[in-house]
């Protein structure tokens, strides 16, 4: 059973660094949350790392500029992993072919950028999606339109064959309060709907690799053990956790909210009920990080 804390401060100690999600933990998708960010400061403050591993479509320096913009300042993390990184890797790798089709917002564009640290990268061409090889996916056209709206195009794609490469897992996230739907669900569309695709990002292994090794980069050989996984969704950050054998910090009052009637803190019973029916099982849990 999940131990239920007040604050980071009680557990820190225990851990040399951490792997904190930022939708719903760090931002909310429109602003910083104040005592997350004094809390990641004070832990850096002791010596702690701390490596943000998100499921953002985008590169990490786009992430970056987000967080400026957000007002999450520099002093509260090393580094940033995002599962637009580790997409953009094996897209340049050939993953889904050189000619694709870009299902996603214009605003992703710069997931299209040039990559640096892959050796001979492929040439990729964005195509219509009849001239495809295969898709790459950094979430719905539209974020408020239902998934279900693709269907006649991810049917087409399924009849050619197509891989889908998931940008995001996530299936929703919520800004500044509006829920919105993200590449996740539209691959978990095309999944259902017999197509193949392909995931980067939390709870799959490539994106903690990519975790590792910028932590590895700022902090020398950390051991699994010594690490903390920090985030509100039981199904990405949680379930990604449990699959490396790291421990967790749940956070209840992100996307379950409601389900775990977190104000403050969760409501025991109805968080142990959340946790049961979703088969999770975070080490700690709080309301929010602090």
């Not at 050189?98 to 950028?113: A, E, Q, R």
């Not at 490469?165 to 996740?184: F, K, Q, T």
């Amino acid at each position: 059973m999940t131990q239920i804390i007040n604050n980071l401060f009680e557990i820190s100690d225990r851990y040399e660094a951490l792997f904190v999600d930022l939708w719903g933990c760090v931002h909310d998708g429109v602003k910083a949350l104040p005592d997350a960010v004094t809390a990641l400061q004070a832990y850096r403050k002791t010596g702690g790392k701390v490596i943000l591993v998100t499921n953002s479509p985008r590169p990490r320096a786009g992430v970056k500029k987000q967080l400026t913009h957000f007002g999450v300042p520099e002093d509260a993390w090393d580094d940033i992993a995002t599962s637009g990184d580790s997409a953009r890797s094996a897209m340049y790798r050939g993953t889904v072919g050189s000619n694709v089709w870009h299902l996603g917002p214009p605003s992703d564009k710069n997931f299209f950028d040039p990559i640096a640290i892959i050796e001979d990268p492929i040439k990729i061409t964005k195509v219509d999606l009849n001239d495809a090889e295969g898709i790459v996916c950094t979430g719905p056209f539209d974020p408020m339109d239902d998934p279900s709206v693709l269907r006649p195009q991810l049917l087409l794609a399924k009849q050619k064959g197509l891989k889908l490469l998931c940008a995001n897992p996530d299936i929703v996230v919520d800004r500044g309060g509006v829920r919105e739907w993200c590449a996740g669900a539209v691959a978990a569309l095309y999944t259902e709907m017999g197509g193949e695709s392909l995931y980067f990002g939390k709870p799959h292994p490539p994106i903690y690799d990519l975790a590792r090794r910028r932590l590895f980069a700022v902090a020398g050989d950390i051991a699994d053990s010594d690490i903390l996984a920090i985030g509100d969704g039981a199904q990405t950050d949680v379930k990604g956790a449990m699959g490396e054998d790291i421990d967790s910090l749940f956070i209840s009052g992100g996307l379950a909210a409601d389900e775990t009637k977190t104000t403050t803190q969760p409501e025991p019973e109805a968080l142990n009920h959340y946790l049961e029916q979703e088969m999770s099982s975070p080490t700690y849990t709080i309301g929010h990080l602090r």
